[in-house]
């Protein structure tokens, strides 16, 4: 009888030493799981800080390189007063420059726009 009862033990105990071993086995994935997080969240946060850094230096950079555009406008519109006070065609260069130039100063606003959305 004896044997019996030690083999049930024998038994039982095996099946408590399983039982533990999974829950360790969880625990440890559980353990691996918020550590993994924990760096993919300090990861996430310091790309979102750096893209944010960046939007904020091109919105500076549009900035100044709009400035620049608004500036060349006014010229294109002496040359043009000058050209017809002279009585004389303004020159072809100068209205393909002042299309670029509109063109550039409505891209670098729709640029401006779309970072100032993303900020």
Same mark, same amino acid.
């Given at each position: 009888?004896?044997?019996?009862?030690?083999?049930?033990?024998?038994?039982?105990? !095996?099946e408590e030493k399983t039982e533990l071993g999974q829950h360790k086995v969880e625990l440890g994935l559980i353990d691996e799981m918020a550590s993994q997080s924990?760096?993919?969240?300090?990861?996430? /946060?310091?790309?979102?800080?750096? /893209?944010?850094?960046?939007?904020?230096?091109? +919105?500076?950079?549009?900035?100044?390189?709009?400035?620049?555009?608004?500036?060349?406008?006014? +010229?294109?519109?002496?040359?043009?007063?000058?050209?017809?006070?002279?009585?004389?065609?303004?020159?072809?260069?100068? !209205?393909?420059?002042?299309?670029?130039?509109?063109?550039? +100063?409505?891209?670098?606003?729709?640029?401006?726009?779309?970072?100032?959305?993303?900020?």
């Amino acid at each position: 009888m004896k044997r019996i009862s030690l083999n049930k033990v024998m038994a039982k105990l !095996a099946e408590e030493k399983t039982e533990l071993g999974q829950h360790k086995v969880e625990l440890g994935l559980i353990d691996e799981m918020a550590s993994q997080s924990k760096q993919a969240d300090k990861l996430f /946060t310091q790309a979102m800080q750096s /893209t944010g850094d960046r939007i904020a230096q091109s +919105i500076r950079e549009l900035n100044v390189a709009g400035k620049a555009l608004v500036k060349v406008r006014p +010229i294109g519109h002496r040359i043009e007063e000058a050209s017809k006070e002279l009585g004389m065609p303004v020159p072809k260069e100068v !209205a393909n420059l002042q299309s670029f130039v509109d063109q550039s +100063i409505r891209e670098v606003d729709a640029m401006l726009k779309e970072l100032n959305r993303l900020r």
